[in-house]
């Protein structure tokens, strides 16, 4: 087993040797830019096995986010109204498990231990299976692309996403390491180097692929979902093919589905309160933050306003992907006391 993993860690340092690095937000690995995005350290090998091995089934569904743009969410949702008609509510499996074990991220199911028992254990899981992932669309393994598979595609306004990141790497990072400013994390944003970045190019891939390809790739964003979950909840179970009967919205099922899943609900189940997760040994506790939307305005100044909006203008323009416009936030950020910013525009 000790030779094993000494043959993996080698293999993983052969595949970085010519690779451009740059230091990590929050974690002792450095990040690596592999296939156009920036891959952590630690999780460069399994995407590299991730993509050789991962053989996808018609029948599954993929949920894709880019880190801290609810993913924890989507993935609840996902398992809950694909199994909307195989588990009662009051016994559901999301009362006992985190999401994180329930949709498993693909890279990291290829992290360790022998591929080809891995290869049949995913071979040997009930359908429809569901998995998520952060690799970006043209990196995802060819089957997975090419196959029938669905795929769930959740991104969040770069400001709020921005916040969400920032505060959550500062949690996770070891005790040893010094936090990343506020301003250091923000120049590194911009530029597109964090983990699976750049954002810009992470969201258009998924967002390129849902136009052409709307049976395969359905695209959310985080503050529609928040808007109206339910109309949401419904198209999600249209698109996987499981779709709501009458009878069902008479009885509940969807705002039962939408309170199962709420961030308040998850956040209270003693599941999600302690324990870790992961390869890093993430507390399950630092999944859920504040899920809210326009956090941002108690973190943003002015001139950062003015620099990500130039950022988000120009990376998305012309691709028919857009976010709320900033200036008016930028105005509010720019009279108001932090107390007030966010109750009077949200």
Known sequence: MASTDMQ??????KLTLSLQKEKSWAQPYPLYLFQDFWCPGIHIQAVDLFQQHFRAKQSDVVVASFPKSGTIWIKALAFAI??????????????????????PFLE???????????????DNLAEPRIFGTHTPFPSLPTSTKESNCKIIYICRDPFDNFVSAWTYFNKVKPLSLTAVTQDEAFEMYCNGVIDYGPWW??????????????DKVMFLKYEDLKENTSFHVKKIGEFLGCPFTEEEEKNGV???????????KMKDL???????????????KNFFRKGE????????????????????????????????????DCWLVRVLPPTQRQSLWF
């Open 254 to 264: 969807i705002e039962g589905i939408i309170k199962l899943c709420s961030f308040e």
């Open 201 to 214: 190019s992470h969201m258009l891939g998924y967002w390129n692929e849902s136009v052409a390809r709307p």
């Open 270 to 284: 003693e599941v999600n309160k302690s324990g870790v997760i992961g390869r890093g040994s993430i507390e399950k």
């Open 108 to 122: 990291f199911t290829f992290g360790g231990g022998d591929i080809q028992a891995q290869i049949l254990h995913l």
């Open 293 to 328: 939307k326009g956090d941002w305005v108690n973190y943003f100044t002015p001139p950062m306003v003015e620099k990500l909006s130039k950022v988000v203008e120009e990376k998305l323009s012309g691709s028919g992907l857009s976010f709320k416009k900033k200036f008016w």
């Open 82 to 103: 694909s199994n909307h008609q195989r588990f009662s509510l009051e016994n559901h499996p999301l009362l006992t498990s985190n999401p994180h074990e329930l949709v």
């Open 8 to 13: 993996k860690e080698n293999d993983g340092e």
